[in-house]
């Protein structure tokens, strides 16, 4: 059966206003959580929030909160509880301990299952498994096990062959350990497919998901790429060659979108792919100008770059789908908060030939410039030589030719590393 013609299942989605959240970004929360659970494919019913000075060790919130809950999904004949926040596995219990027929699931839960939904390669559907998997193992217990077998759908898909979740512990660690050892060696893959790029100048784009990056990619390199308003559409890394003035070329990739919460383990399952990311030599912070949460999703962006030891590298921040803003108020104000910030519409190609001023001027500032000779029986040498270079000079003598050239670091590196043999 497809996804399509499956039943969407009924959820209520659960927010507490606590600590720094107030109740205005406590419900952008839960808009953007509804997002979440319509791509998994529920059908919200329902929208509670309550406001709590601590968090409750049982229920998270209040027991007679959580019972009024309960009594009020059963009114709405209601599946399935979304908590926005992550539940540890003794409240997650009780929660279910309040109605044998009602599934609770939190965040992780929820974009994990969103990620066994979208995940299409090997790679992808080996570092989501990994993730769910270290997800589930502390939540392993006789409730979870029965809950699991009767109920199934979102938060419960069975991932990567397993029909139902009755391994044990050991069983699930030893699958951990043969997934790592997969991924490892899918790393080292990607090791050797690196070095033939080694040379080139790398530019990795980065965004809250749906932000528009893969619209923008296309925008850039001219070419198809999958593009569909969802969130988390695509996990698998492109990887484009973009030339322009036939004087810059680097390449271009694309790969995972980030978002708020994101599940620490899908972070470190990731990190193979996202290694585009840490090798870049400058990453292209792409924003939703339109959305009213654009300093948070630039906050999330930056943590998760901190958390991969990428917040170093230098970055250019775009702020896309400026073709959705009405107003000149707001222009003034993006503007104002991002001084450097390079405004787009990757879908109306408007103001991208801005953005490849600005990737040309890093690119020409980490530019170094050098003088080469090559004798006459090295014309093979002198070929490869002036790829991925711009010729600034050319002049021959009696013995040779002598080359003006200018390039990134690595590629300037390698034709030297060439000259030495």
């Known amino acids: 059966m497809s ?22 970004s406590v419900n952008e929360h839960l808009d953007e959580l509804e997002l979440l659970s319509e791509t998994a494919g529920a059908e919200i019913v329902g929208r509670v929030t309550q406001r709590l000075i601590k968090i409750n060790p049982a229920f998270f919130i209040g027991k007679g909160k959580a019972e009024q809950i309960v009594r009020q999904a059963k009114e709405l004949d209601a599946d399935l509880l979304i908590f926005d926040e992550d539940l540890n596995p003794a409240q997650t219990k009780n929660f279910q301990g309040l109605s044998d027929n009602l599934k609770v699931i939190d965040r992780s839960a929820l974009i994990l299952d969103i990620f066994r939904k979208h995940a299409k390669t090997k790679e992808a559907k080996t570092q989501v498994e990994l993730a769910h998997l270290q997800y589930i193992l502390p939540r392993l217990t006789r409730m979870w096990t029965h809950l699991e077998r009767q109920m199934g759908g979102i938060g419960a898909r069975a991932g990567a062959g397993e029909t139902q979740i009755e391994v044990d512990r050991r069983l699930i660690r030893q699958r951990i350990g043969k997934l790592k050892k997969e991924l490892n060696r899918i790393d080292q893959e990607r090791v050797t497919q690196g070095k033939r790029r080694k040379d080139q100048f790398k530019v990795a784009i980065v965004g809250y998901t749906n932000a528009g990056k893969s619209t923008l990619m296309q925008a850039l390199t001219g070419e198809k790429i999958y593009i569909q308003d969802q969130l988390f559409a695509t996990l698998d890394t492109t990887i484009r060659s973009v030339s322009f003035n036939g004087t810059h070329s680097f390449l271009l990739s694309d790969t995972v979108g980030f978002i708020r919460k994101l599940p620490h383990h899908l972070v470190a399952s990731f990190r193979s792919t996202l290694k585009e990311v840490i090798e870049g030599d400058l990453i292209l912070i792409v924003l939703d100008a339109s959305s009213q949460q654009v300093m948070e999703h630039l906050e999330t962006i930056r943590n998760v770059l901190k958390e991969l030891k990428a917040d170093k590298h230098q970055a250019l921040l775009v702020l896309n789908k400026i073709d959705l803003i009405h107003g000149s108020a707001r222009m003034a ?65 009696d013995d040779g030719v002598r080359l003006k050239i200018r390039g990134s670091p690595q590629r300037i590196n390698r034709i030297l590393l060439s000259t030495e043999k």
Do not use: C, W
């Open 3 to 24: 996804f399509e013609a499956e039943k969407l299942e009924k959820a209520i989605l659960i927010g507490a206003i606590h600590g720094k959240d107030d109740e205005q």
């Open 333 to 397: 104000y993006l503007k104002r908060i991002f001084p450097d910030g390079i405004l787009v519409s990757a879908r109306n190609h408007l103001r991208i030939d801005q953005l490849i001023k600005n990737i040309t001027k890093v690119m020409d500032e980490s530019a170094q410039t050098i003088n080469v000779f090559f004798p006459f029986d090295q014309g093979r040498e002198l070929a490869i030589a002036q790829e991925g270079v711009e010729v600034l000079e050319r002049s021959y003598d």
